[in-house]
Protein backbone atom coordinates (compact mmCIF):
# COMPACT_ATOMS: atom_id res chain seq x y z
CA UNK A 1 0.00 0.00 0.00
CA UNK A 2 1.34 3.57 -0.74
CA UNK A 3 1.03 5.64 2.79
CA UNK A 4 -0.54 8.56 1.62
CA UNK A 5 1.13 10.83 4.09
CA UNK A 6 4.28 10.87 2.40
CA UNK A 7 2.49 12.04 -0.73
CA UNK A 8 1.77 15.65 -0.63
CA UNK A 9 5.27 17.21 0.39
CA UNK A 10 6.88 15.80 -3.23
CA UNK A 11 4.33 18.11 -4.96
CA UNK A 12 4.52 21.61 -3.03
CA UNK A 13 6.86 23.88 -3.78
CA UNK A 14 10.43 23.18 -4.09
CA UNK A 15 12.29 24.46 -1.84
CA UNK A 16 14.89 21.92 -1.88
CA UNK A 17 15.83 22.28 -5.62
CA UNK A 18 16.14 26.25 -5.10
CA UNK A 19 18.46 25.40 -1.97
CA UNK A 20 20.43 22.96 -4.92
CA UNK A 21 20.56 25.94 -7.41
CA UNK A 22 21.70 28.35 -5.37
CA UNK A 23 24.60 26.30 -3.81
CA UNK A 24 25.68 25.55 -7.49
CA UNK A 25 25.35 29.35 -8.37
CA UNK A 26 28.12 30.30 -5.40
CA UNK A 27 30.29 27.50 -6.08
CA UNK A 28 30.65 28.25 -9.44
CA UNK A 29 31.50 32.02 -8.53
CA UNK A 30 33.74 30.79 -6.22
CA UNK A 31 35.48 28.66 -9.21
CA UNK A 32 35.59 31.55 -11.35
CA UNK A 33 37.75 33.56 -8.88
CA UNK A 34 40.31 30.55 -8.45
CA UNK A 35 40.54 30.65 -12.13
CA UNK A 36 41.21 34.59 -12.63
CA UNK A 37 43.42 33.86 -9.88
CA UNK A 38 45.40 31.00 -11.80
CA UNK A 39 46.20 33.41 -14.90
CA UNK A 40 46.84 36.37 -12.59
CA UNK A 41 49.49 34.34 -11.25
CA UNK A 42 50.10 32.97 -14.86
CA UNK A 43 49.13 29.45 -14.27
CA UNK A 44 47.61 28.92 -18.01
CA UNK A 45 46.47 25.16 -17.33
CA UNK A 46 45.48 25.44 -14.07
CA UNK A 47 43.23 27.81 -15.15
CA UNK A 48 41.51 26.02 -17.64
CA UNK A 49 40.90 23.04 -15.33
CA UNK A 50 39.43 24.82 -13.04
CA UNK A 51 36.98 26.60 -15.45
CA UNK A 52 36.38 23.08 -17.11
CA UNK A 53 35.16 22.16 -13.34
CA UNK A 54 32.25 24.27 -13.74
CA UNK A 55 29.27 22.28 -14.54
CA UNK A 56 26.25 23.53 -15.66
CA UNK A 57 23.51 22.62 -13.89
CA UNK A 58 21.16 20.51 -16.56
CA UNK A 59 18.20 20.63 -15.84
CA UNK A 60 16.90 18.05 -18.59
CA UNK A 61 19.68 15.24 -17.72
CA UNK A 62 21.05 13.36 -14.99
CA UNK A 63 24.63 13.77 -15.32
CA UNK A 64 26.31 10.90 -13.56
CA UNK A 65 29.78 11.57 -12.84
CA UNK A 66 32.39 8.49 -13.34
CA UNK A 67 34.37 8.01 -10.04
CA UNK A 68 38.28 7.70 -10.14
CA UNK A 69 38.91 4.46 -8.76
CA UNK A 70 42.44 5.32 -7.53
CA UNK A 71 42.41 7.10 -3.58
CA UNK A 72 44.42 10.66 -3.85
CA UNK A 73 44.61 9.89 -7.37
CA UNK A 74 44.43 13.76 -8.83
CA UNK A 75 47.24 15.80 -6.76
CA UNK A 76 50.16 16.95 -8.08
CA UNK A 77 53.98 15.23 -8.33
CA UNK A 78 55.95 16.24 -5.32
CA UNK A 79 57.97 18.13 -7.84
CA UNK A 80 55.21 20.29 -9.01
CA UNK A 81 55.83 24.07 -9.17
CA UNK A 82 54.41 26.23 -5.75
CA UNK A 83 52.20 27.69 -7.62
CA UNK A 84 50.32 24.54 -8.93
CA UNK A 85 50.61 23.22 -5.16
CA UNK A 86 49.11 26.58 -4.27
CA UNK A 87 45.92 26.21 -6.65
CA UNK A 88 45.52 22.66 -5.80
CA UNK A 89 45.24 23.35 -2.24
CA UNK A 90 42.88 25.92 -2.78
CA UNK A 91 40.79 24.07 -5.35
CA UNK A 92 40.37 21.07 -3.02
CA UNK A 93 39.40 23.06 -0.18
CA UNK A 94 36.54 24.49 -2.58
CA UNK A 95 35.60 20.89 -3.75
CA UNK A 96 35.68 19.66 -0.09
CA UNK A 97 33.56 22.65 1.27
CA UNK A 98 31.40 21.75 -1.42
CA UNK A 99 31.09 17.99 -1.13
CA UNK A 100 30.29 18.77 2.77
CA UNK A 101 27.36 21.24 1.38
CA UNK A 102 25.54 18.92 -0.84
CA UNK A 103 25.92 15.73 1.63
CA UNK A 104 23.94 17.86 3.62
CA UNK A 105 21.50 18.91 1.35
CA UNK A 106 20.98 15.06 0.51
CA UNK A 107 20.22 14.52 4.04
CA UNK A 108 17.58 17.20 3.70
CA UNK A 109 16.86 15.51 0.73
CA UNK A 110 16.34 12.09 2.58
CA UNK A 111 14.34 13.68 5.69
CA UNK A 112 11.71 15.16 3.09
CA UNK A 113 11.42 11.26 1.37
CA UNK A 114 12.96 12.11 -1.93
CA UNK A 115 15.66 8.98 -1.94
CA UNK A 116 16.64 9.32 -5.52
CA UNK A 117 17.04 12.84 -5.36
CA UNK A 118 19.10 12.20 -2.03
CA UNK A 119 21.73 9.94 -4.36
CA UNK A 120 21.79 12.07 -6.98
CA UNK A 121 23.12 14.72 -4.83
CA UNK A 122 25.63 12.50 -2.72
CA UNK A 123 27.06 11.46 -5.99
CA UNK A 124 27.48 15.10 -7.01
CA UNK A 125 29.35 15.50 -3.56
CA UNK A 126 31.40 12.55 -4.10
CA UNK A 127 32.30 14.11 -7.89
CA UNK A 128 33.89 17.24 -5.26
CA UNK A 129 35.42 14.86 -2.84
CA UNK A 130 35.81 11.23 -4.50
CA UNK A 131 37.88 10.13 -0.99
CA UNK A 132 34.94 10.92 0.99
CA UNK A 133 34.59 7.83 3.29
CA UNK A 134 30.79 7.94 4.37
CA UNK A 135 29.48 9.11 0.41
CA UNK A 136 32.08 6.52 -1.01
CA UNK A 137 30.21 4.01 1.79
CA UNK A 138 27.08 5.00 0.89
CA UNK A 139 27.58 3.35 -3.24
CA UNK A 140 29.08 0.48 -1.68
CA UNK A 141 32.76 1.29 -1.76
CA UNK A 142 35.29 0.33 0.52
CA UNK A 143 39.04 1.13 0.38
CA UNK A 144 41.05 -1.80 -1.19
CA UNK A 145 44.91 -1.61 -2.21
CA UNK A 146 45.22 2.20 -2.50
CA UNK A 147 41.56 1.70 -4.67
CA UNK A 148 37.53 1.88 -4.05
CA UNK A 149 36.01 -1.11 -4.74
CA UNK A 150 32.98 -2.67 -4.16
CA UNK A 151 32.60 -5.42 -1.84
CA UNK A 152 32.37 -8.05 -4.56
CA UNK A 153 35.31 -6.54 -6.56
CA UNK A 154 37.70 -7.01 -3.49
CA UNK A 155 36.36 -10.85 -3.44
CA UNK A 156 37.30 -10.87 -6.73
CA UNK A 157 40.96 -9.03 -6.39
CA UNK A 158 41.28 -11.04 -2.83
CA UNK A 159 41.07 -14.28 -5.17
CA UNK A 160 43.83 -13.00 -7.52
CA UNK A 161 41.54 -11.78 -10.52
CA UNK A 162 41.73 -9.07 -12.67
CA UNK A 163 38.67 -7.64 -14.43
CA UNK A 164 39.72 -7.02 -17.96
CA UNK A 165 37.51 -5.21 -20.68
CA UNK A 166 38.38 -8.08 -23.26
CA UNK A 167 38.08 -11.27 -20.82
CA UNK A 168 36.24 -10.52 -17.74
CA UNK A 169 37.22 -11.81 -14.64
CA UNK A 170 40.23 -13.66 -14.89
CA UNK A 171 43.24 -14.91 -12.80
CA UNK A 172 45.64 -12.27 -13.17
CA UNK A 173 48.33 -14.97 -13.33
CA UNK A 174 46.70 -16.18 -17.22
CA UNK A 175 46.58 -12.18 -18.38
CA UNK A 176 49.77 -12.68 -20.62
CA UNK A 177 48.40 -15.81 -21.98
CA UNK A 178 45.47 -14.60 -22.64
CA UNK A 179 46.38 -11.19 -24.67
CA UNK A 180 49.04 -13.81 -26.62
CA UNK A 181 46.17 -15.82 -28.42
CA UNK A 182 46.06 -18.41 -25.56
CA UNK A 183 42.91 -19.78 -23.93
CA UNK A 184 43.37 -22.68 -20.72
CA UNK A 185 41.32 -25.85 -21.48
CA UNK A 186 42.46 -27.70 -18.40
CA UNK A 187 45.31 -29.13 -18.26
CA UNK A 188 46.47 -27.39 -21.06
CA UNK A 189 46.93 -24.23 -23.07
CA UNK A 190 45.13 -23.99 -26.27
CA UNK A 191 45.06 -21.50 -28.90
CA UNK A 192 42.21 -19.03 -29.55
CA UNK A 193 41.00 -20.06 -32.28
CA UNK A 194 41.09 -24.09 -31.27
CA UNK A 195 39.08 -22.85 -28.25
CA UNK A 196 36.34 -21.42 -30.64
CA UNK A 197 36.16 -24.32 -32.72
CA UNK A 198 35.92 -26.78 -29.56
CA UNK A 199 33.05 -24.44 -28.16
CA UNK A 200 31.08 -24.04 -31.10
CA UNK A 201 31.08 -27.40 -31.88
CA UNK A 202 30.01 -28.28 -28.00
CA UNK A 203 27.70 -25.36 -27.98
CA UNK A 204 29.14 -24.67 -24.46
CA UNK A 205 29.63 -20.96 -25.84
CA UNK A 206 30.74 -18.61 -23.13
CA UNK A 207 29.80 -17.28 -19.69
CA UNK A 208 31.31 -13.91 -18.39
CA UNK A 209 29.98 -12.72 -14.73
CA UNK A 210 29.54 -9.66 -13.57
CA UNK A 211 28.55 -8.49 -9.64
CA UNK A 212 24.96 -8.59 -11.23
CA UNK A 213 25.00 -10.45 -14.49
CA UNK A 214 25.35 -13.76 -16.12
CA UNK A 215 25.96 -13.33 -19.51
CA UNK A 216 26.19 -16.36 -21.84
CA UNK A 217 27.10 -15.73 -25.97
CA UNK A 218 27.98 -18.28 -28.54
CA UNK A 219 29.53 -15.54 -29.65
CA UNK A 220 33.18 -14.69 -28.26
CA UNK A 221 34.02 -14.51 -24.83
CA UNK A 222 34.78 -10.63 -25.67
CA UNK A 223 31.05 -10.24 -26.87
CA UNK A 224 30.33 -11.58 -23.00
CA UNK A 225 32.55 -9.28 -21.66
CA UNK A 226 31.19 -6.34 -23.42
CA UNK A 227 27.61 -6.84 -22.41
CA UNK A 228 28.52 -7.75 -19.05
CA UNK A 229 30.39 -4.19 -18.73
CA UNK A 230 27.17 -2.35 -20.43
CA UNK A 231 25.08 -3.85 -18.14
CA UNK A 232 26.80 -2.79 -14.82
CA UNK A 233 26.78 0.77 -15.90
CA UNK A 234 23.14 0.55 -16.82
CA UNK A 235 22.34 -1.78 -12.91
CA UNK A 236 24.59 1.47 -11.41
CA UNK A 237 22.38 3.97 -12.48
CA UNK A 238 19.28 2.24 -12.50
CA UNK A 239 20.24 1.54 -8.66
CA UNK A 240 20.51 4.62 -8.10
CA UNK A 241 17.44 6.52 -9.49
CA UNK A 242 14.62 4.03 -8.34
CA UNK A 243 16.63 3.10 -5.24
CA UNK A 244 13.05 3.70 -3.53
CA UNK A 245 11.72 0.84 -6.01
CA UNK A 246 13.67 -2.46 -4.09
CA UNK A 247 14.98 -0.34 -0.55
CA UNK A 248 12.15 0.89 1.84
CA UNK A 249 12.70 3.86 3.15
CA UNK A 250 14.10 3.01 6.31
CA UNK A 251 16.66 1.00 4.35
CA UNK A 252 17.88 3.96 2.12
CA UNK A 253 17.82 5.72 5.63
CA UNK A 254 19.83 3.61 6.85
CA UNK A 255 22.91 3.98 4.11
CA UNK A 256 22.60 8.02 4.88
CA UNK A 257 23.60 7.04 8.41
CA UNK A 258 27.07 6.44 9.09
CA UNK A 259 26.22 3.83 12.34
CA UNK A 260 24.34 1.37 10.66
CA UNK A 261 27.38 -0.03 8.84
CA UNK A 262 26.10 -3.33 8.21
CA UNK A 263 23.45 -2.86 6.07
CA UNK A 264 23.97 -3.60 1.98
CA UNK A 265 21.41 -5.01 -0.15
CA UNK A 266 22.77 -8.71 -1.89
CA UNK A 267 23.76 -8.41 -5.51
CA UNK A 268 21.29 -10.65 -6.99
CA UNK A 269 22.59 -12.19 -10.60
CA UNK A 270 20.42 -11.83 -13.68
CA UNK A 271 20.77 -13.85 -16.21
CA UNK A 272 21.55 -12.88 -19.62
CA UNK A 273 21.90 -14.56 -23.46
CA UNK A 274 23.26 -12.75 -26.48
CA UNK A 275 22.81 -14.99 -29.44
CA UNK A 276 25.90 -15.11 -32.11
CA UNK A 277 23.25 -13.82 -35.18
CA UNK A 278 19.86 -13.20 -35.51
CA UNK A 279 18.71 -16.32 -36.94
CA UNK A 280 19.64 -18.23 -33.87
CA UNK A 281 17.55 -15.87 -32.06
CA UNK A 282 14.32 -16.01 -33.91
CA UNK A 283 14.69 -19.98 -33.91
CA UNK A 284 15.16 -19.91 -30.23
CA UNK A 285 12.27 -17.77 -29.27
CA UNK A 286 9.96 -18.03 -32.33
CA UNK A 287 7.24 -20.10 -30.05
CA UNK A 288 7.04 -16.95 -26.90
CA UNK A 289 6.40 -14.09 -29.49
CA UNK A 290 5.16 -15.29 -32.94
CA UNK A 291 6.36 -11.86 -34.17
CA UNK A 292 10.08 -12.55 -33.36
CA UNK A 293 11.32 -11.00 -36.36
CA UNK A 294 9.89 -7.28 -35.46
CA UNK A 295 11.70 -7.20 -31.77
CA UNK A 296 15.48 -6.80 -31.08
CA UNK A 297 15.73 -8.40 -27.87
CA UNK A 298 13.15 -9.15 -25.46
CA UNK A 299 12.87 -9.78 -21.72
CA UNK A 300 10.91 -13.40 -20.86
CA UNK A 301 9.73 -13.35 -17.18
CA UNK A 302 9.14 -16.66 -17.18
CA UNK A 303 12.68 -17.70 -17.20
CA UNK A 304 13.92 -14.37 -15.73
CA UNK A 305 16.38 -14.10 -18.65
CA UNK A 306 16.66 -11.28 -21.51
CA UNK A 307 17.61 -12.42 -24.76
CA UNK A 308 19.34 -10.38 -27.50
CA UNK A 309 21.83 -10.97 -30.48
CA UNK A 310 24.63 -9.75 -32.16
CA UNK A 311 24.11 -7.80 -35.91
CA UNK A 312 26.30 -8.68 -38.64
CA UNK A 313 28.86 -6.13 -39.31
CA UNK A 314 31.50 -5.57 -41.29
CA UNK A 315 34.85 -7.84 -41.01
CA UNK A 316 37.35 -5.85 -38.32
CA UNK A 317 34.48 -3.73 -37.06
CA UNK A 318 34.26 -2.97 -33.56
CA UNK A 319 32.27 -5.33 -31.21
CA UNK A 320 30.23 -2.58 -29.96
CA UNK A 321 29.03 -1.53 -33.43
CA UNK A 322 27.12 -4.98 -33.56
CA UNK A 323 25.41 -4.21 -30.77
CA UNK A 324 22.03 -2.81 -30.66
CA UNK A 325 22.67 -1.53 -27.10
CA UNK A 326 19.66 0.55 -26.70
CA UNK A 327 16.88 -2.23 -26.71
CA UNK A 328 20.18 -3.80 -24.19
CA UNK A 329 19.55 -1.21 -21.93
CA UNK A 330 15.75 -1.41 -22.56
CA UNK A 331 14.97 -4.92 -22.08
CA UNK A 332 17.41 -4.76 -18.88
CA UNK A 333 15.91 -2.37 -17.26
CA UNK A 334 12.64 -4.47 -17.89
CA UNK A 335 14.13 -7.20 -16.10
CA UNK A 336 15.40 -5.42 -13.46
CA UNK A 337 12.23 -3.92 -12.21
CA UNK A 338 10.81 -7.33 -12.60
CA UNK A 339 13.27 -9.50 -10.97
CA UNK A 340 14.17 -6.85 -7.72
CA UNK A 341 10.44 -6.18 -7.13
CA UNK A 342 7.70 -7.95 -5.57
CA UNK A 343 5.94 -8.26 -9.29
CA UNK A 344 1.97 -8.98 -9.44
CA UNK A 345 1.27 -11.44 -12.85
CA UNK A 346 -1.35 -8.59 -13.74
CA UNK A 347 1.17 -5.99 -13.51
CA UNK A 348 0.52 -3.32 -16.44
CA UNK A 349 -2.61 -5.49 -17.25
CA UNK A 350 -5.15 -3.31 -15.58
CA UNK A 351 -3.62 0.23 -16.91
CA UNK A 352 -0.93 2.21 -16.12
CA UNK A 353 1.17 0.15 -18.51
CA UNK A 354 2.88 3.59 -19.58
CA UNK A 355 4.84 4.07 -16.63
CA UNK A 356 6.29 0.30 -17.38
CA UNK A 357 7.45 1.25 -20.81
CA UNK A 358 8.42 4.77 -20.12
CA UNK A 359 11.37 3.99 -17.89
CA UNK A 360 12.42 1.48 -19.98
CA UNK A 361 12.60 4.34 -22.50
CA UNK A 362 14.33 6.56 -19.90
CA UNK A 363 17.45 4.04 -19.35
CA UNK A 364 17.26 3.40 -23.02
CA UNK A 365 19.62 7.33 -23.12
CA UNK A 366 21.97 5.84 -21.03
CA UNK A 367 25.28 6.95 -23.27
CA UNK A 368 28.28 8.77 -22.17
CA UNK A 369 29.40 12.77 -22.26
CA UNK A 370 32.83 13.53 -21.40
CA UNK A 371 33.36 12.61 -17.76
CA UNK A 372 30.12 11.64 -17.13
CA UNK A 373 27.21 8.93 -17.80
CA UNK A 374 24.37 10.98 -19.31
CA UNK A 375 20.43 9.93 -18.83
CA UNK A 376 17.51 11.82 -20.83
CA UNK A 377 17.71 15.06 -22.21
CA UNK A 378 15.25 17.01 -24.31
CA UNK A 379 17.32 16.07 -27.52
CA UNK A 380 17.10 12.46 -27.59
CA UNK A 381 15.38 11.08 -30.28
CA UNK A 382 12.21 9.71 -28.70
CA UNK A 383 11.98 12.99 -26.68
CA UNK A 384 12.23 15.03 -30.23
CA UNK A 385 9.41 12.60 -31.32
CA UNK A 386 7.48 13.43 -28.21
CA UNK A 387 7.45 16.87 -28.68
CA UNK A 388 6.96 17.46 -32.27
CA UNK A 389 3.83 15.30 -31.71
CA UNK A 390 2.43 17.36 -29.05
CA UNK A 391 3.42 20.28 -30.35
CA UNK A 392 3.00 20.36 -34.34
CA UNK A 393 1.06 17.19 -35.05
CA UNK A 394 -1.15 17.76 -32.31
CA UNK A 395 -1.42 13.90 -31.31
CA UNK A 396 -1.90 14.07 -27.45
CA UNK A 397 -3.74 11.68 -25.66
CA UNK A 398 -4.86 13.51 -22.16
CA UNK A 399 -3.53 11.88 -18.93
CA UNK A 400 -6.79 10.27 -17.57
CA UNK A 401 -7.33 8.25 -20.96
CA UNK A 402 -3.57 7.51 -21.16
CA UNK A 403 -2.65 6.00 -17.81
CA UNK A 404 -5.92 4.01 -18.21
CA UNK A 405 -4.21 2.22 -21.46
CA UNK A 406 -3.18 -1.33 -20.30
CA UNK A 407 -0.67 -3.68 -22.54
CA UNK A 408 -3.48 -4.76 -24.65
CA UNK A 409 -4.57 -1.40 -25.30
CA UNK A 410 -1.06 -0.59 -26.56
CA UNK A 411 -0.46 -3.89 -28.39
CA UNK A 412 -3.65 -3.18 -30.49
CA UNK A 413 -3.36 0.38 -30.73
CA UNK A 414 -2.46 1.76 -34.39
CA UNK A 415 -1.04 4.93 -33.39
CA UNK A 416 1.75 2.49 -30.99
CA UNK A 417 4.57 4.91 -32.32
CA UNK A 418 2.53 7.79 -31.19
CA UNK A 419 1.85 6.39 -27.93
CA UNK A 420 5.89 5.06 -27.11
CA UNK A 421 7.07 8.48 -27.99
CA UNK A 422 4.30 9.96 -24.90
CA UNK A 423 5.06 7.78 -23.11
CA UNK A 424 8.61 8.65 -23.75
CA UNK A 425 7.60 12.40 -23.31
CA UNK A 426 5.76 12.30 -19.84
CA UNK A 427 8.07 9.72 -18.03
CA UNK A 428 11.19 13.14 -19.24
CA UNK A 429 8.89 15.36 -17.80
CA UNK A 430 8.37 13.49 -14.47
CA UNK A 431 12.11 12.97 -13.89
CA UNK A 432 13.34 15.98 -14.87
CA UNK A 433 10.32 18.64 -14.43
CA UNK A 434 10.71 21.99 -12.21
CA UNK A 435 14.22 20.22 -9.96
CA UNK A 436 12.33 16.50 -10.16
CA UNK A 437 9.69 17.34 -8.13
CA UNK A 438 7.54 14.55 -9.67
CA UNK A 439 10.35 11.99 -9.64
CA UNK A 440 9.86 10.35 -6.25
CA UNK A 441 6.08 9.69 -7.04
CA UNK A 442 7.24 8.47 -10.42
CA UNK A 443 9.20 6.09 -8.62
CA UNK A 444 6.15 5.21 -6.49
CA UNK A 445 3.75 4.71 -9.27
CA UNK A 446 6.29 2.28 -10.93
CA UNK A 447 6.34 0.70 -7.58
CA UNK A 448 2.40 0.50 -7.55
CA UNK A 449 1.93 -0.95 -10.89
CA UNK A 450 4.86 -3.49 -10.38
CA UNK A 451 2.66 -4.74 -6.85
CA UNK A 452 -0.45 -4.62 -8.55
CA UNK A 453 -1.67 -2.25 -6.02
CA UNK A 454 -2.25 0.82 -8.46
CA UNK A 455 -5.67 2.32 -8.94
CA UNK A 456 -6.58 4.70 -12.06
CA UNK A 457 -6.11 7.54 -10.77
CA UNK A 458 -2.59 6.57 -8.71
CA UNK A 459 -0.39 9.04 -11.38
CA UNK A 460 -2.58 12.05 -10.04
CA UNK A 461 -2.95 11.00 -6.13
CA UNK A 462 0.85 10.40 -6.02
CA UNK A 463 1.93 14.13 -8.16
CA UNK A 464 -0.93 16.13 -5.98
CA UNK A 465 -2.05 17.05 -9.22
CA UNK A 466 -5.42 16.57 -11.04
CA UNK A 467 -5.14 15.22 -14.20
CA UNK A 468 -5.93 18.39 -15.97
CA UNK A 469 -3.02 19.82 -14.40
CA UNK A 470 -0.74 17.65 -15.37
CA UNK A 471 -1.84 18.16 -18.89
CA UNK A 472 -1.47 21.36 -18.49
CA UNK A 473 2.00 21.26 -16.91
CA UNK A 474 3.38 19.01 -19.66
CA UNK A 475 2.17 21.16 -22.29
CA UNK A 476 4.02 24.26 -20.68
CA UNK A 477 6.83 22.33 -20.07
CA UNK A 478 7.29 20.97 -23.48
CA UNK A 479 6.36 24.71 -24.83
CA UNK A 480 9.36 26.21 -22.58
CA UNK A 481 12.00 24.11 -24.59
CA UNK A 482 14.25 25.76 -27.25
CA UNK A 483 12.08 25.29 -30.79
CA UNK A 484 12.39 21.82 -32.22
CA UNK A 485 14.95 21.09 -34.92
CA UNK A 486 13.35 20.90 -38.60
CA UNK A 487 12.11 17.44 -39.04
CA UNK A 488 9.63 14.78 -40.31
CA UNK A 489 8.22 11.89 -38.89
CA UNK A 490 7.59 8.79 -40.24
CA UNK A 491 4.42 7.85 -39.86
CA UNK A 492 3.40 5.09 -37.28
ZN1 LIG B 1 9.57 -2.38 -23.41
Same mark, same amino acid.
Given at each position: ?25 S???K ?6 ? &? ?29 P ?12 A ?59 Y ?17 ? @? ?62 GA ?17 F???Y?T ?15 AP ?16 N ?5 R ?11 V ?17 D??Q ?10 A ?42 L???D ?8 FR ?12 F ?23 I??F????D @? ?8 ? &? ?5 R ?41
Amino acid at each position: MIASGALSPLAKGDELAAAVRRKFDSYRDKLKQLADW &CESEGLADQASRTRAWLQPVAEDRLLIPILPAQIGGESPPDDAAPGVKEWYQKWMTLRRQQAEDLFSLARGAIRQGRAGLALDLALRALHENPDHEALRRIFGYQPYAGEWRTRYEVGRLRA @GQIWDDRFGWIPKSQLARFERGERPADPRWISVEEDTRRRRERNIGWTVDTEHFQVWTDHSLEGAALVGKKLETLHELWSRLFVRYYLTEAQVLSLFDARSRSFAPQPVQHKVVVFRTRSEYNEALRSRAPQIEITGGMYVGDSRTAYFFFHESPDGADLEQALDVTTVYHEATHQLFYELGRVAPTAGQRGNFWVIEGAAMYMETLRREGDFLVLGGIDTPRMIAARFRRLQDGFYIPFREFTAMTMQDWQSDPRIGAVYSQAAGITNFLIHHD @GGKYREALVQ &CLLAVYRGTDTPDVLARLTGRSFAGLDEEYLQYLKAMPPLPPMRLESR
